[in-house]
């Protein structure tokens, strides 16, 4: 057997030990496959299942049309990455939408610190390695839909740079991580768990591990306008707060480019 074929069957997802690990979690029903389109897409064909006090998890070892935010292509190969959604009623989580990617970020940050893996968070919902460049190594897309929340996360674990979709995406393995997926996710249910039972302190920590805040920052909005400005601060339900000589604006949708580092 040829090294190709020996990183293939390493990398196959172990569907019942990630369903039992799963399992320990009492709020959310697991759902695990083999391939999907989209774990997004799956959570919502099973939102009947999502109801107050109990949700679901659905988790994948590949997808084949999974989607990004400003509905970007998001690209999940078999075996080298973490693609998961989150069903979850409004009311387990009583934050507005756009907080969501944010809490979910401080989540995910805390699951990978503890396997000693620091990472920070670009607003509104990449989870990236920051130092000496930018790489983006996971990203978050939410969706509201019947008053449930559908979280999706997708972290690269295993990609090497021929499965990378972008020059600035990056993998755990590439950044010299070797985890297995299957803790990983767990832990991210886990840390979301925690912070669903009334841990308020993610606002303070959000803002101690955003990369976006203090920079120079140009956004471009939905509908082509750009700005450009100094992101100052983050409002409670999630808004990205830019100043420049003409305004203080609030934004809550939008591209945002990282410039440079705002001189003191
Ligand atoms: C982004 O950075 O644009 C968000 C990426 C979110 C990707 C995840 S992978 C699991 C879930 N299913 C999808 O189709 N997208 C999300």
Redesign the pocket.
Known sequence: MDSKQDKAIARILDIARLESQLSQNPWLKPMVFSQVT???DIVIENLNYVVPSHGIVVVADE?T??????D?K?T?PAGGAI???LGIDQSDLNIELTAVPLVVGVAVRRALANLEISVELKWP??IIFSSPTMR?VG???VQLVNGKFII???INVDLDKSELPTAVATSLSLEGFKIDRIDLTCAIVEQISTLRNADNNWFAEYLEVCSTIGREVKVRGLNGTEITGQAVGISTSGALEIKNLENLYQITVGDIEHLEVAAD
Do not use: E, F, V
């Open positions: 989209s774990t997004n997808q049309q999974g989607r990004g935010r400003l970007r998001w999940t693609a998961m959604s919902n990449d983006k990203g978050i897309l999706g996360i997708g």
